[in-house]
């Protein structure tokens, strides 16, 4: 029963640097999240994913980039780091998304320090 | 006006306590009510998902959705030191829309 699997879990960035975060769930579910939560300003969403192959904008998008290749996953990539996005980020899924009535299920997070 | 208030405390009560948590909100078009319990360094665990106005009770765990004051609570009764962590209420409209609005969350701690 892994549900949502996030990799990695602990990231420190130099600013400029690149990474992609990895997001696997198990469950068959179409729609797929990402949000980031920081102290004050509670849980954003920033991209998220109607089903394998599509991509769209959440809150606050600027800065990442999202790929939905396979269904099972769901990538983050910020191409140029900066310190604004030092938080920690969530993945999330849903069978047929919020907007069908479901709920959504996060994965433990990853916590990532750009310096 | 926020979207979602939620009183973010802490709130500290004594083992077998029962405890309210509460949210409010603007949005007349929220119709899916949730909360989730999220320890430390951890990823947010659904309690109780609810739609439009009523109760939902599932062990200890009570859900009230009053949607003509657009306010939200969530009783626990007999509370447990386990019991110790952040309470987020979200809600969303549903009709298509996957937006969810969360509350910043309220810190209990369930003492011995």
């Known amino acids: 029963n892994a549900g949502v699997t996030q990799t990695p879990k602990f990231r420190v960035l130099k600013t400029g640097q690149s990474m992609t975060l990895l997001c696997a769930q198990d469950m068959n579910h179409e729609y797929m999240y990402w949000y980031r939560q920081d102290p004050g300003m509670g849980l954003r969403l920033i991209h998220y994913?109607?089903?394998?192959?599509?991509?769209a904008k959440g809150e606050v998008p600027d800065g990442y980039n999202v790929s939905r290749l396979k269904k099972q996953n769901f990538l983050l990539g910020l191409e140029s780091a900066a310190p604004s996005q030092t938080s920690v980020y969530f993945c999330?899924?849903?069978?047929?998304?919020?907007?069908?009535?479901?709920?959504?299920?996060f994965g433990e997070g990853s916590w990532l320090t750009v310096v | 006006q926020k979207e979602v208030e939620q009183d973010p405390g802490p709130l500290s009560v004594p083992e077998g306590a029962i405890v309210s948590l509460n949210c409010t909100y603007s949005n007349s078009a929220f119709q899916y009510f949730m909360w989730y319990r999220q320890y430390s360094r951890k990823g947010p665990e659904l309690l109780m998902y609810?739609?439009?106005?009523g109760n939902k009770e599932d062990g200890r765990f009570t859900a009230q959705v009053d949607k003509s004051s657009k306010y939200i609570s969530l009783f626990i009764r007999d509370s447990q030191p386990s019991d110790s962590a952040t309470y987020l209420c979200a809600m969303s409209a549903g009709g298509g829309s996957e937006k969810l609005v969360f509350g910043k969350g309220t810190k209990l701690t369930v003492n011995p």
């Open positions: 999330a899924s849903s069978p047929r998304g919020l907007g069908s009535g479901n709920t959504i299920y």
């Open positions: 994913s109607v089903g394998e192959g599509t991509t």
């Open positions: 609810t739609y439009s106005s």
